[in-house]
């Protein structure tokens, strides 16, 4: 069993729609919880990060952690064809950089415009 | 703008021969990793390495080696490249202390073994 799981779509949505990507993760250790999104020929980026369990809000973007679950989500109200990426969960037990990120495989979201 | 360099975009290279992946970044960041990315299988850690002239193995180094003369760049290389490590390469770097250490990674380089 992967440490984390993650759907790899493709998630096909029309424009403005609610969009709703998870996680699901076996470690118990993790504390970090990040979300990064990946443009077509581009590296990964940061979109959010949240520590321990609880919601995380930024503009049309809501992180969630449930670690009694163990489950990570990201929503994205109000979807544009500019959020057509390719979205990877990440997490990691600590903060300092020897701390190694586990990466989901990430979804594949395209919004039609 | 901070930034994370990888050298070539695109790369085809044939059976055998060695190929050397370069990757230099400008923000003094101790951590430098190096992943390859295929689908359905994600980012897949190869080698890191947590200071200049040390290396840590990820989780899949075999037919891999990096080096890591100087604190900016971190090169990946392929021994004696073989058809099945086509993929797409991407170089990272992580400061070593902050409240959550952002990777930042370079744009990748395709590499196609023929």
């Known amino acids: 069993q992967k440490e984390v799981e993650q759907d790899p779509g493709p998630l096909s949505v029309p424009e403005g729609a609610i969009v709703s990507l998870n996680c699901t993760y076996s470690?118990?250790?993790?504390?970090?919880f990040m979300w990064y999104r990946q443009y077509s020929r581009k590296g990964p980026e940061l979109l959010m990060y949240?520590?321990?369990?609880g919601n995380k809000e930024d503009g049309r973007f809501t992180a969630q952690v449930d670690k009694s679950s163990k489950y990570i989500s990201l929503f994205i109200r109000d979807s544009q064809p500019s959020d057509s990426a390719t979205y990877l969960c990440?997490?990691?037990?600590?903060?300092?950089?020897?701390?190694?990120?586990?990466f989901g495989t990430g979804t594949r979201l395209k919004v039609l415009a | 703008d901070v930034k994370v360099t990888q050298s070539s975009r695109y790369l085809v290279k044939r059976t055998g021969e060695k190929v050397f992946l370069e990757c230099v970044q400008d923000?003094?960041?101790?951590?430098m990793f190096w992943y390859r990315q295929d689908p359905g299988l994600g980012l897949r850690l190869i080698y890191f390495?947590?200071?200049?002239?040390?290396?840590e193995k990820g989780d899949i180094p075999e037919g891999y080696s990096v080096s890591r003369e100087k604190k900016e760049r971190f090169s990946l290389i392929l021994e004696s490249a073989s058809t099945n490590q086509t993929s797409m390469y991407l170089c990272?770097?992580?400061?070593?202390?902050?409240?959550?250490?952002?990777?930042?990674f370079g744009q990748g380089t395709r590499l196609t073994v023929v």
């Open positions: 470690n118990s250790a993790f504390q970090y």
């Open positions: 990272a770097s992580r400061p070593q202390t902050g409240s959550i250490t952002e990777a930042f």
């Open positions: 949240t520590y321990s369990s």
């Open positions: 990440a997490m990691s037990a600590g903060p300092s950089g020897t701390y190694k990120y586990i």
């Open positions: 390495s947590y200071d200049v002239k040390m290396k």
């Open positions: 923000m003094d960041h101790e951590n």
